[in-house]
């Protein structure tokens, strides 16, 4: 490439989002396969995986089919059609699946055995094992199940999105004189797909089977005076997503509630099929459910292993498992500690789940609880069931508090949850409202005002992460508290938008998506780049879950073009090319993968000496930067920024354990290990832990 030149239009400046999506699956995959993470961990990963594929299909393969059928042009600025993505997609989405299953059927399952634990193949059950097995069928099974023989009075049924089935291929005739050749058999959504064998008819200490084993096992039972020739487990993976227009509803909730029920039965986008079935069975299916041969996946084992990640729950063996870890308090917040005295001593930093995520909770409690506290407002994007935080809003509005919360009703996969959340909350007495027509409202946000004296003071949390308990001891993310009065006031206006018409005013602190979130980030990069063209010391380091956005994607370029040293920590999705001779040989890009889903965004600017650190709900994508509502905040306090640099980013990148390097082909290889291992989650583990 011309060295003097810079052409955003050029497709080569740009790796496919969805494949990089893809090569982040790969990358979970791996840890199936790393011997040094604890065997059912690794049994855990493997199923984080197979999860990972079924959204990608559900919602990205969906999305480029709709686009293939009409034709659409390549949107993304890689330039790839949606047929060449999908052509490509299907390449390397085979090649995973049948990785998968090779791990699990030549890596984790006699690995398993080896510790006890069994995965008992038909042929593998002693007699009392088939006796139990025979009862559990008649028992549980049977009662529930309802064969369909397809007839010209039964057409093919509608297969529930992801569901487990079986194609059933029969001979004979029933007391009816039917000669149906073929049948489906749903299994039942209510029972497990892998069931732990009581301990009086286990051998071993833990012996389990699947599901689909005991309908095979009894197929006959389902058809009695009938042949069974042959039977074969299949599963359906349907477009998932919900299909609301904002401005043309006149209730949101009411919109999304009745578009809940359709997911399950949106166009068909994979066949997952038992490898065994034969083609003519196959093609069946095929037709049956308008797909491609590119679109059927052939598995060597479970068609569903996600089932599976119910197995390290069910185990109790500690030694299999990561150590447990018991998350830190600050020192400054103390078990049952006045929050607010300790808030107005100064910011406090939580990193999570390092450390705890108790004092976001006991905040909104003691909230609830305090009779100088006027006004509570929050965002919640996803919460969980049973949050602890939505019940403290409910009692708080209950208890005739100024109660408002922002809920994201179209949280992907979320929405039930949310809407039966925002009923709850409207019951209690609490204002809801959904954010804006056209937004989604994915900044994390908490504001109290409370009475102290003659004046009203305003506390704040903001954070990168969900307001979610059990999240947050998976994820890694930050938070602060602070009641610094220009933060109060812009967390404040902010919330106006949300809930009223008009115009909020400008912001003193915070960076707003969609309003200077984005042209402020390409601001802060071209200084770096002028830094650099000035001779000053000039560094960029973010971290971030995806990069996708172009101009961003320009202006990091022409910063590394212009002499700007920039290291990116991206999990999943990079559309960034590093390593392109006279364009981005200044920028290292990384992915760390280990024991925690990394989340947190941390964007430094080194400003020539002058260390400027941000904290962000958003990522630098398109969508975070023009149709979310997004915060991005700095932190000002030097303690706090010197933490979130050695702990945040400095640590991830000297990280030689977990980390993966990306280069410009858009492959991604694993860091090599020096002399001394590094693990940035481990040493956080270590540095700020109980």
């Known amino acids: 490439m011309d060295a003097k030149t810079l052409d ?42 197979s999860s990972n594929l079924d959204e990608f299909f559900e919602i990205r393969v969906a999305g480029l089919k709709q686009q293939a059928v009409f034709e659409a042009t390549p949107l993304g600025p890689d330039r790839l059609t949606p047929a060449e993505q999908l052509k490509r997609i299907s390449d390397v989405a085979h090649e995973i699946v049948l990785e998968q299953y090779r791990v699990l059927n030549e890596v984790l399952t006699p690995r ?13 059950w002693n007699a009392r094992q088939a006796q139990w097995v025979r009862r559990y069928f008649y028992r549980e099974l049977l009662p529930v199940l309802s064969p369909i023989g397809l007839d010209p009075s039964h057409p093919f049924p509608r297969i529930l999105n992801k569901s487990l089935n079986f194609l059933v291929s029969l001979e004979g005739t029933d007391a009816f004189g039917r000669n149906s050749a073929i049948a489906i058999v749903q299994a039942p959504r209510a029972l497990p797909r892998v069931i732990n064998i009581p301990a009086e008819y286990a051998v071993g200490p833990h012996e389990f089977v699947f599901l689909s084993s005991i309908i095979h096992a009894h197929v006959e039972d389902i058809f009695p005076g009938m042949r069974v020739t042959g039977c074969y487990q299949f599963r359906v993976t349907r477009n998932s997503e919900l299909f609301v227009e904002d401005e043309d509803v006149k209730n949101l909730l009411q919109a999304l509630e009745g578009e809940l029920h359709q997911r399950r039965f949106g166009d068909a986008v994979r066949l997952e099929i038992a490898a065994e079935c034969p083609p003519d069975l196959v093609g069946l299916l095929q037709h049956e459910f308008s797909l491609e041969p590119a679109d059927i996946y052939a598995c060597n084992g479970p068609v569903n292993l996600t089932r599976l990640m119910a197995v390290p729950d069910i185990i109790e063996r500690a030694d299999l498992k990561f150590p447990g870890f018991t998350s830190s308090r600050p020192r400054r917040l103390p078990p049952n500690t006045d929050l607010f005295a300790a808030i107005r001593r100064g910011d406090v930093l939580l990193h999570h789940p390092f450390e705890s995520f108790a004092p976001v909770v006991e905040f909104i409690r003691q909230a609830a609880a305090d009779p100088d506290v006027m ?40 929405e039930e949850a949310n809407i039966e959340l925002a009923t709850r909350l409207q019951e209690a007495g609490a204002h809801v409202v959904y954010g804006v027509v056209g937004f989604k409202t994915h900044a994390k946000m908490i504001l109290v005002v409370r009475r102290e004296g003659k004046q009203l003071r305003r506390y704040v949390h903001l954070a990168t992460g969900n307001y979610h308990p059990r999240t947050a001891r998976q994820y890694t993310d930050f938070g602060l508290f602070t009641c610094h009065n220009a ?53 960029i380091i973010a971290k971030m879950n995806a990069l996708l956005e172009v101009n961003v994607i320009m202006a990091l370029y022409s910063a590394a073009r212009a002499g700007v040293k920039i290291d990116l920590i991206v999990r999943g999705i990079c559309a960034l090319r590093p390593g392109i001779d006279g364009v981005s040989t200044n920028i290292r890009v990384r992915s760390v993968v280990g024991r925690f889903l ?27 930067f023009f149709n979310r509502i997004e915060t991005c905040f700095p932190i000002e306090d030097k303690r706090l920024r010197d933490r979130i640099i050695k702990e945040g980013l400095e640590a991830y990148l000297s990280d030689n354990t977990r980390a993966w390097a990306l280069h410009s082909d858009g492959v991604y290889q694993r860091v090599k290990a020096g002399a001394k291992l590094r693990d940035a989650q481990a040493q956080l583990l270590e540095l700020l832990c109980d």
């Open 8 to 49: 955003i239009a050029d497709p080569s400046l740009y790796i496919n989002r969805e494949l990089s999506l893809l090569e982040f699956n790969r990358r979970v995959l791996e840890q199936a396969k790393d011997d040094s993470n604890p065997l059912l961990e690794r049994l855990r990963f493997l199923c984080i995986a």
């Open 112 to 124: 398993l055995a080896e510790e006890g634990i069994h995965f008992l193949k038909r042929a593998e």
């Open 375 to 414: 006004v509570i407002k929050q965002t919640l994007y996803r919460t969980g069931p049973d949050s602890p935080i939505a019940k403290t809003l409910v009692d708080a509005a209950r208890a005739g508090k100024e109660v408002t919360v922002v809920v994201e009703l179209k949280a992907r996969f979320d």
């Open 487 to 539: 933060v109060g006031v812009d967390v404040q206006k902010i919330f106006h938008q949300l809930t009223a018409p008009g115009r909020a005013g400008k912001l003193k602190k915070l960076l707003q998506s969609p309003f200077t979130l984005h042209t402020t980030v390409l601001e802060l990069i071209e200084r770096e780049a002028a830094h650099a063209r000035a001779g000053k010391p000039a560094r």
């Open 598 to 624: 990394e989340h947190s965004r941390v964007f430094y600017f080194q400003n020539a000496g002058a260390n400027e650190v941000f904290l962000s709900s958003a990522d630098w994508m398109g969508r975070n």
